[in-house]
């Protein structure tokens, strides 16, 4: 059953609908590279169309009516967004669920140190990727830093023009005769991922660059200082570009977040411009289409709730993961609010939900054909894509959704003219991938996995196509108003 491309259908209205749509998306991608700055994003866009905090309507004691909304968050890193709805609450919810994190580096507690004439930066990297792909490209670092005192250091640094970048080296082809021999996951090891950050040496003259006088008390800071720049004198001058710029010192990296990803704007792709390469679309297409679908939602019958997640790409552990007590919690306060409090009435909501699991497929690329089944593969263009399964080796870790869901859903894309199409992860036993799905399916509710179809996931510049933007914003817009 081979799906027909998008593109052939659209209109002049449609066209120019499509084109705004991803011109804002090319601007949330390219200066949302983290987390937090998704969130931030967000709430920021929410409150500008009447969303209220649910923290601060818990404090007042405020009652929640249908028609209202209302934002929560955890840590500054996972978000629920929520719009009361006119049928009572245990005839369930229905959510998007995305996540705002993406694979990339992150800077290590203890990261500065000297080697040979260069500053560098240790890494750990974080999500599955491929460690041969982030040498030699421009990088930039993202993050915040949190100081004893209380106060937090936004960084970001290699995003404007003006600003520096950053990057990891390569071996010259001339001399990586043996390199080459090796296998692709050993060409680059994890632990050889330091970012290179300076070259330029402190030069202290008597003792004191300041005022030229020397530094009698070995424990004063102009005296560590000068040692410093007498053995690692590149990393010295580095520290105080960081003083004097940030205010930090290298201890507050002891208690710092920050992200090394690709620098730079994501751009249209293509002589044709029908496609968007650019950093953190895994899963960033789906979370900012699930935003802005809930965004669409006026005076629903059902709730309708977005859920956009941290830590996916390692589990969905954590505090801001999607297995925490946050969507659950969060779900209880608002119904208390409204009237409904208790255990009880909160578990029979959870069970009655219909929830569309956010999250982008494998497209289908003609350069690698030989891991896909092409029956049963994403292809860009042809629209909103459904995994009934993901998984691997037997569909491990899958949720598989029922057959009569599946049917709903099928209903529901087809009275809203969505392009959609159903694939699988690959060829079976070729590989696999899993996704938030099997967490909230554990209350119960109908889930399924659905997203866009994109080229060189987890790289650090993947491609997605506006048509699949552009019919995953009708199709959860209609979810949300018809599941």
């Known amino acids: 059953m081979e799906r027909e491309n998008a593109w052939k259908s659209y209109t002049a209205d449609d066209l120019a609908a499509l084109e705004t749509l991803a011109q804002g998306y090319i601007d949330f991608i390219s200066t949302c590279k983290t987390e937090r700055e998704c969130a931030k994003f967000a709430i920021d866009l929410v409150e500008e169309n009447g969303y ?47 996540h705002i994190d993406s694979p990339r580096l992150d800077v290590k507690q203890n990261p500065l140190f000297e080697s040979n004439g260069f500053a560098l930066m240790d890494t750990h990297y974080y999500g599955g990727i491929k460690n041969y792909q982030w040498v030699t490209v421009p990088l930039a670092i993202h993050g915040v830093v949190a100081k004893k005192d209380g106060s937090v250091v936004d960084v970001v640094i290699g995003e404007d023009e003006s600003d520096p970048v950053f ?86 990296f002891l208690s710092a977040e920050l992200e090394v990803v690709p620098a730079g704007r994501a751009r249209d792709c293509g002589f044709d411009r029908s496609m968007v390469l650019g950093y953190g679309q895994d899963d960033r297409v789906c979370a900012y289409t699930s935003l802005l ?23 969905s552990v954590g505090a801001t993961g999607m297995a925490s007590q946050f969507f659950e919690n969060t779900m209880a306060e608002i119904m208390a609010l409204a009237g409904c409090p208790g255990d009880l009435p909160l578990r029979r909501a959870l069970a009655a939900s219909s929830m569309l699991s956010s999250d982008v497929s494998a497209g289908f690329d003609p350069a690698y054909a030989s891991v896909f089944e092409a029956k049963n593969s994403a292809f860009l263009g042809r629209g909103l894509v459904f995994n009934k399964y993901t998984g691997s080796r037997g569909k491990s870790g899958s949720n598989d959704a029922s057959a009569e869901y599946m049917a709903r859903i099928r209903s529901i894309m087809d009275e809203a003219n969505v392009a959609f199409q159903t694939a699988e992860l690959g060829r079976v036993d070729a590989g696999g991938g899993g996704t938030i799905a099997y967490i909230p399916a554990k209350y119960g509710m109908d889930v399924i996995d659905s997203g866009v179809a994109v080229l060189s996931m987890h790289s650090p510049w993947e491609v997605s196509s506006k048509a699949d933007l552009y019919e995953a914003y009708k199709g959860y817009k209609s979810f949300l108003r018809e599941a």
């Open 167 to 252: 990057c990891v080296t390569d071996l010259l082809v001339h001399l990586a005769s043996k390199q080459m021999g090796k296998k692709a996951n050993e060409v680059v090891e994890g632990e050889d991922l330091d970012i290179l950050v300076g070259n330029r040496p402190l030069v202290i003259e008597n003792g004191d660059s300041e005022n030229g006088t020397e530094a009698h008390d070995e424990n004063s800071p102009e005296a560590k200082r000068a040692e410093l720049a007498k053995k690692e004198p590149v990393k010295a001058y580095l520290l105080d570009l960081l003083a004097e710029r940030y205010g930090i010192d290298e201890e507050d």
């Open 52 to 98: 209220v905090s649910l923290e601060a309507a818990i404090k007042e004691k405020r009652p929640l009516a249908p028609g209202e909304r209302v934002w929560a968050h955890a840590h500054g890193k996972a978000l629920i967004l929520a719009v009361l709805g006119r049928e009572p609450f245990e005839n369930g919810f229905n959510i998007l669920g995305a």
């Open 293 to 315: 679908a809930q965004l669409a939602v006026e005076e629903p019958a059902k709730t309708c709730v977005c859920v956009l997640v941290d830590k996916e790409e390692i589990g």
